[in-house]
């Protein structure tokens, strides 16, 4: 009995890794630009339908191909990837998700709570 159950752990353990799940539907970012504003830099990213559904599942791949795609000297600033993660999950409808470098790093319950733009 106990060798059974060893071996169905250890078949659970084969079937569930899923290394590159953020990629089965192809790009998550469509465009990523730099604009300057008084306040500072903001990156404008276009989610692609694909980048839509997987950024919460796999947030880390689709900030990395945000920031990629935002060219030269694109910052990765903690509080760009908690308004990130924000807007996937709270803002996913609209055309582009706005990542403001500026921004204090409040982590993401702060992020969240300040509509994805905290102070």
């Given at each position: 009995?106990?060798?059974?159950?060893?071996?169905?752990?250890?078949?659970?353990?084969?079937?569930?890794?899923?290394?590159?799940?953020?990629?089965?539907?192809?790009?998550?970012?469509?465009?990523?630009?730099?604009i300057s504003l008084p306040e500072g830099k903001r990156l404008i990213v276009r989610p692609t339908g694909c980048g839509r559904r997987t950024a919460l599942r796999s947030p880390k791949p689709a900030f990395a191909e945000a920031?990629?795609?935002?060219?030269?000297?694109?910052?990765?600033?903690?509080?760009?990837?908690?308004?990130?993660?924000?807007?996937?999950?709270?803002?996913?409808?609209?055309?582009?998700?706005?990542?403001?470098?500026?921004?204090?790093?409040?982590?993401?319950?702060?992020?969240?709570?300040?509509?994805?733009?905290?102070?």
């Amino acid at each position: 009995m106990r060798g059974a159950a060893l071996a169905i752990v250890a078949a659970a353990v084969v079937v569930v890794p899923v290394a590159h799940a953020h990629t089965w539907c192809g790009a998550q970012i469509s465009s990523a630009r730099w604009i300057s504003l008084p306040e500072g830099k903001r990156l404008i990213v276009r989610p692609t339908g694909c980048g839509r559904r997987t950024a919460l599942r796999s947030p880390k791949p689709a900030f990395a191909e945000a920031i990629r795609r935002g060219g030269r000297g694109a910052p990765d600033y903690w509080s760009m990837y908690w308004q990130f993660l924000c807007h996937a999950q709270y803002a996913n409808s609209k055309p582009t998700w706005d990542l403001e470098a500026w921004r204090p790093d409040v982590g993401l319950a702060g992020t969240i709570a300040a509509g994805c733009n905290p102070e």
